[in-house]
């Protein structure tokens, strides 16, 4: 069924289903939150709800029930459809949705105006942001909510948007990405190739064997939903719920997504693998590899790449990624070093006791394998990063509005509040002795 009439089906179950669990106990207590969870940016504490996809610290990514790694061979496409929906689209839903994003794809002209008006330093991340941003004039939810349309139907010019946002998005991507590092002129899409695939073509790195695109279907996949308690996925929701619309939203998520501990660390973890390719002056090592990572973590620094907020194992999305480059590129020597970190790291993390989590994420392999495809512009690669997470977060979004859920507004507290608080409850447990 169509991707459209498939969420107008579902949605009057899940209204129901969350009015029923909601009924089954408002006033229960799920969690306590402790000083340290409000000193530690409220790691931890379960407070959203977020259906399209969940993340075990033993498991990694699960979308909708099915671990990542058993969805390696799909389109990014049929990710949508199953974030959405909870189903992987059939053969017509699945054409439907992929006619939608072509017909949705042109970008209007102020778009490359806004780009082409900002110096070329600018970072990659600041003229996509801006291009999703300006874009916010074309917004079919902000129209219809103008109009007095009813929030229970809300959830529809949010559908339109974010298919009109999907199907911009790698267009306007790889014009930054040709105009930024100098690339030549725009390429046109070409609209019978899948979304991944013509992203792959726009872009215009050289791949005769067609495997580029594969990993562009790969890398959109893997990154395309992470939860709802990521900085990115959270704040587009927190923009969201004050009935922003989706430009809103995910441009603003998205300046999240820039940042060095969350997104931006692909770029940061190829950047030390090149560094420390160069600072030891050949193919290093594995000696010579743990003596450099020993050093900067004697210097207080951390390794890219490695740890997680919410994960304690492997990060699947990295396994994927090196069964990629183990079938491309065995022989590439940056994809040589990826594999002799995780051969290392995570045992000096161990060793060294502090980071909970010692294991390689995400963003420990991705940068190495566009590397390989002279990809080699790495502040470029959150965007990557971006389009393929634009999935995720327009799925969320969408939901949200199909279950209207409220404005986002927890309770910030002072130091002094809490300071009283804490002093209360010692000397109550000290006359209790
Ligand atoms: N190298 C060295 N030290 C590390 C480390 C690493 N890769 N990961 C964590 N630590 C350290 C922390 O700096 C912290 O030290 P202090 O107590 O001195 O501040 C300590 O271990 C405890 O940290 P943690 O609770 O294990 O980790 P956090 O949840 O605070 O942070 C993360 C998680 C990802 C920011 C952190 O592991 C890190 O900085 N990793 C490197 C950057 C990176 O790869 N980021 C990608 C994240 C993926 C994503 O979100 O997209």
Same mark, same amino acid.
Request: net charge negative; aromatic share 10%; with cysteine.
């Given at each position: ?5 498939? !969420? *107008? ?5 899940? @209204? ?6 909601? &009924?089954?106990?408002?006033? +229960? ?5 402790? =000083? ?28 909708? &029930? ?21 189903? !992987? ?24 105006? =806004? ?22 004039? +074309? ?28 199907? @911009?998005?790698?267009?306007? #991507? ?15 899409? $070409? ?22 695109? $594969? !990993? ?41 997504? *820039? ?23 050949? =193919? ?117 509005? *199909? ?24 000397? #109550? ?5």
């Amino acid at each position: 069924m169509i991707l459209r009439d498939k !969420l *107008a089906e579902i949605i009057p179950g899940l @209204r129901k289903e969350a009015a029923e669990v909601f &009924g089954m106990g408002p006033n +229960e207590v799920i969690n306590e939150v402790t =000083t340290e969870q409000i000193f530690g940016g409220m790691r931890g504490i379960k407070s959203l709800i977020c259906d399209t996809s969940e993340v075990g610290l033993d498991t990694g990514l699960i979308i909708r &029930g099915i671990p990542i790694l058993e969805l390696t061979d799909k389109l990014p496409e049929e990710i949508f459809y199953l974030l959405l929906t909870g189903e !992987l689209p059939n053969d017509e839903a699945l054409e439907d949705l992929q006619w939608e994003l072509r017909r949705r794809g042109d970008v209007p002209f102020y778009v490359w105006n =806004t780009i082409n008006a900002l110096p070329m330093e600018t970072h990659p991340m600041v003229m996509l942001n801006s291009a999703v941003l300006v874009m916010e004039n +074309e917004s079919f939810f902000r129209k219809r909510y103008d109009e007095g349309m009813p929030k229970d139907m809300l959830w529809e010019p949010m559908l339109w948007d974010s298919l009109n946002l999907i199907a @911009r998005i790698p267009i306007i #991507a790889a014009y930054i990405y040709r105009r930024k590092f100098n690339k030549g002129p725009r390429i046109n899409p $070409d609209f019978r190739l899948d979304w991944a695939a013509n992203y792959a073509r726009l872009l215009g790195v050289e791949d005769p064997d067609g495997s580029f695109a $594969d !990993l562009m279907r790969l890398y959109m996949v893997l990154h395309s939903d992470h939860e709802g308690g990521n900085v990115s996925a959270m704040a587009t929701q927190t923009i969201n719920s004050a009935l922003s619309d989706v430009y809103f939203s995910v441009s603003g998520g998205l300046n999240g997504l *820039a940042g060095p501990l969350h997104g931006l660390a692909n770029q940061e973890c190829l950047r030390f693998i090149i560094k420390l390719r160069d600072d030891i002056g050949h =193919t290093p090592s594995d000696n010579e590899v743990r003596d450099y990572c020993l050093n900067l973590l004697n210097n207080k620094r951390v390794i890219a790449g490695y740890g997680h907020a919410v994960l304690r194992v492997t990060d699947p999305r990295f396994t994927a990624f090196v069964e990629f480059g183990n079938k491309h590129m065995d022989d590439d020597e940056i994809f040589g070093i990826v594999k002799q970190l995780f051969n290392i790291v995570p045992k000096l993390l161990m060793e060294g006791g502090k980071a909970k989590d010692p294991w390689p994420n995400v963003d420990a392999a991705s940068g190495a394998l566009l590397f390989h495809y002279g990809m080699t512009e790495y502040d470029y690669y959150t965007v990557l990063f971006s389009v393929s997470r634009v999935l995720g977060l327009a799925a969320q979004l969408i939901l949200n509005r *199909a279950l209207n859920r409220p404005i986002i507004r927890p309770k910030s507290v002072t130091t002094g509040w809490l300071k009283k608080q804490l002093a209360a409850k010692k000397k #109550a447990a000290e006359e209790k002795k």
